[in-house]
């Protein structure tokens, strides 16, 4: 076994040697920070069908009370980008990248007092892919070919195929770690090992955490006694109760009140650059998506730096139609551009034979913050193009689970990937639970896999870009923008400098990342 070349997510690749100590240190101590007081958050993605059950988790709201809380992953990508061990001490791989040794910390327990060991590795990991589950995680545990305890605190995976990104992976927020034969009692109550324990849960509104005592982070995470989160959904809302000083941070600044909070000399908006992209996915199997022109129109119809000034402030940069974003080590910013082209549009149209049709859009601001907004900008410039998208406002609340990969056309919002492989396996390989457009095309499919096991990085680059091209061409993604993560603070709260960029929220850590000041 040889120790495996780790990613860095900030387009930089550390050395076998550096990964090992990263994945054996963890999150280093910052002078400033101190043990104490409660956290109140405000934050939007909750829903009333929310549940512990993390192969469920959707959106921000529970994926931070999760994986950034209750629970914990093998791994876990840091603040700077690096990747670090969380359950997992350190990983080898073989010098093909097919077989990689975890070893576990030994000095883990669960909520319930249970020791946390392998057998839990290989519970939690195969509910992923037991029958019947709907995990968005399933593309990852399916590409294992064989999951073997070899001691209490050791497990081997063999892969499928060849994979360099592979411990990335195991950061995912669906792969939390639950306790073997406790699991349906684990998601009931919330049991896990992460730093904070659930002392209440009102689903769609509200959960109390208490810090755990004597805890594996302790002196590197989890400086709050009590935190406590509530649902907002409604950015208003949220922006109003961080100005009152009812909740201390909040995440997706609604940028229609950005120059109150910034003249707010008590709060503190903070932003980082990742690979969020704000995104109109269509069901490329459901008529009339089905037709390539179509698709292909209503890329053309849209006016993205519009959407850039007016629905993002300029917190963001025009996109083109593929999901990997500017955060990524294989972006391919050289694509040729789709642009704003009413008169292309409209001949595209005429040439499938579909001019002068309606087409029902479905949103809400639950989909992210701006979203009817959004919506209401494509339609205006599709109009141009003599395309007329008629707007269906759906409810905030159960949209993930009604809306999103219900309807043939909607409103959504990805955080991106910390790697390309990720991204694509997530919502674009063939059948994964969240390809939300049924994306389904041989030659994509062929290069994933063939990327996935290619080891040299100029080979992967040249296949990632063109994946990347082939979905601006031909997906069914309408990709307009790249968002910055805009969250607010209260100056009650301080971090280390360093804001992580995998999501919002630094990276939904800010629980056990941050303290008072």
């Known amino acids: 076994m040889t120790k495996a070349p780790c990613i860095r997510r900030r387009r930089l690749l550390t050395t076998g040697a550096a990964a090992s100590v990263l994945a054996a240190s963890g999150l280093s101590l910052q002078a400033s920070s101190r043990r104490g007081g ?43 980008g690096e990747l670090v061990g969380e359950l997992a001490e ?126 594996y982070k302790d002196g590197k995470a989890g400086w709050f006694d009590q935190v406590e989160m509530i649902a907002m959904n409604d950015a208003s809302a949220r922006m109003n109760a961080l100005m009152t000083g009812q909740v201390d941070a909040v995440n997706q600044v609604d940028f229609k009140l950005e120059p109150r909070m910034r003249a707010n000399p008590m709060i503190n908006i903070f932003e980082v650059t990742g690979n969020q992209h704000l995104t109109f996915p269509m069901q490329i199997n459901a008529d009339p998506f089905t037709s390539l022109k179509l698709r292909q129109a209503l890329k053309h119809a849209i006016n993205r730096q519009d959407m850039v000034d007016t629905i993002l402030h300029g917190h963001g940069a025009v996109a083109n139609d593929h999901p990997i974003g500017p955060a990524n080590q294989y972006h391919a910013a050289d694509l040729e551009q789709t642009v704003y082209d009413p008169d292309r549009a409209a001949r595209l149209l005429r040439e499938a034979g579909l001019a002068g049709m309606s087409i029902e859009l479905f949103a809400a601001d639950a989909a992210f913050t701006g979203a009817i907004d959004a919506a209401r ?23 993930s689970s009604n809306v999103w990969l219900k309807k043939p056309w909607r409103a959504s919002c990805w955080s991106g990937r910390a790697t390309e492989d990720w991204m694509f396996s997530t919502a674009y390989e063939t059948a994964a639970p969240w390809n939300d457009t049924n994306w389904d095309n041989d030659r994509f499919q062929h290069l994933l896999l063939t990327a996935r096991a290619e080891l040299d990085s100029d080979k992967r680059r040249e296949m990632y870009t063109e994946m990347q091209r082939l979905l601006s061409r031909e997906g069914g993604s309408v990709i307009p923008v790249y968002a910055n993560f805009v969250d607010a603070q209260s100056t009650r709260l301080a971090n280390s400098g360093t804001i992580g960029n995998v999501s919002g929220m630094d990276s939904g850590r800010l629980i056990e990342r941050w303290w008072l000041a």
């Open 377 to 399: 900008l494509y339609q205006a410039s599709a109009k141009a193009a003599g395309l007329d998208i008629n707007l269906v406002q759906a409810p905030d609340d159960g949209y």
């Open 38 to 80: 409660l956290l109140r958050v405000g934050v939007s993605g909750a829903n009333s069908s929310d549940n512990w059950d993390s192969r469920t988790h959707a959106d921000t709201f529970m994926a931070m009370a999760g994986h950034g809380a209750v629970f914990d992953c093998l791994t876990e990508v840091a603040a700077n």
């Open 90 to 215: 350190s990983w080898d791989a073989s010098s093909d990248a097919v077989t990689w040794m975890f070893k576990l910390r030994r000095d883990v327990t669960f909520h319930n007092g249970k020791p946390f060991g392998a057998d839990d590795v290989l519970a939690s990991l195969d509910m992923h892919i037991a029958k019947g589950a709907r995990s968005a995680a399933k593309p990852i545990v399916q590409n294992i070919a064989e999951m073997r305890k070899i001691s209490d605190s050791e497990v081997e995976f063999t892969l499928k195929a060849a994979n360099a990104d592979f411990p990335f992976l195991l950061s995912d927020y669906h792969l939390c770690m639950f306790p073997a034969g406790q699991t349906q009692e684990a998601m009931a109550k919330g049991i896990g090992t992460g730093l904070y324990k659930v002392e209440s849960f009102d689903p769609g509104v509200r959960i109390r955490l208490s810090r755990v005592d004597s805890h």
